[in-house]
């Protein structure tokens, strides 16, 4: 009798500690699958299509040869009625393209061959010459004749111009900022900041950098000073 007692308790004694230790375990499980977070919930997935311009390409259709192989082909009307259209459309060029669900219509085309190259503007601090942005393959980015912002890379995220740069006296902190494109053809670039405050929110206006016209002399050619003082 007292064995079958103390068998019966050994028993109970296991039962119970065997629902402490699974409950304990299935708590746990519950808690990790609730408190997980995707990380796309954090930072978005790029879903920008890059390719070229297709020769298909007409006034409302835009054909992309994708860079995974594809060969798509969009609707232009939405994108052309919001003019979310930058840069023009040209066989060839490279463009970034955002699209709907089913990659059947085109929301924002961006030729990147416009985006490149050398885009000025007067100096902000006092007009007297030209500072910008040097946009280059391989979303490589420079300053123009800026002492203050070292521009350093540059690409297109989700339809938005993302660049990265470094402040003067910033401690070589690099800043990471979006902008979204108002306005990009052949010689006008502008764009403004996202996601600040109205306060800090900035609008960048450009023109397409070109060399400054000769002076016309007039047929007049400049003397050859006789002065030894000169002769230097």
Request: with cysteine; charged share 25%; proline share 3%.
């Amino acid at each position: 009798m007292r064995k079958s007692l103390f068998i019966g308790v050994m028993v109970a004694g296991i039962m119970m500690l065997g629902s402490c230790f699974g409950g304990g375990k299935s708590n746990q499980t519950v808690v990790y699958d609730e408190d997980s977070t995707d990380i796309e919930d954090l930072v978005p997935r790029d879903k920008t299509i890059y390719g070229l311009c297709g020769p298909a390409t007409a006034m409302n259709t835009l054909e992309v040869l994708t860079d995974s192989g594809d060969t798509l082909h969009l609707s232009l009307t939405t994108a052309q009625e919001e003019n979310q259209v930058f840069g023009g459309l040209q066989s060839g060029d490279r463009l970034a393209v955002m699209t709907n669900p089913d990659k059947t219509v085109a929301t924002k085309v961006i030729n990147l061959n416009t985006l490149l190259g050398d885009w000025v503007m007067p100096d902000p601090l006092d007009g007297s010459a030209e500072v910008g942005i040097r946009i280059k393959e391989g979303g490589v980015a420079e300053s123009i004749e800026m002492t203050n912002i070292f521009y350093r890379t540059w690409k297109i995220y989700n339809g938005n111009l993302e660049i990265l740069s470094v402040r003067e006296g910033g401690g070589d902190e690099e800043e990471l900022n979006l902008y979204e494109l108002l306005i990009l053809g052949a010689d006008t670039l502008a764009y403004k900041t996202i996601g600040k405050m109205r306060d800090e929110e900035e609008t960048f206006e450009y023109t397409r950098w070109k060399p400054k016209p000769k002076i016309d002399l007039r047929g007049l050619e400049l003397e050859e000073s006789l002065d030894e003082f000169n002769k230097i």
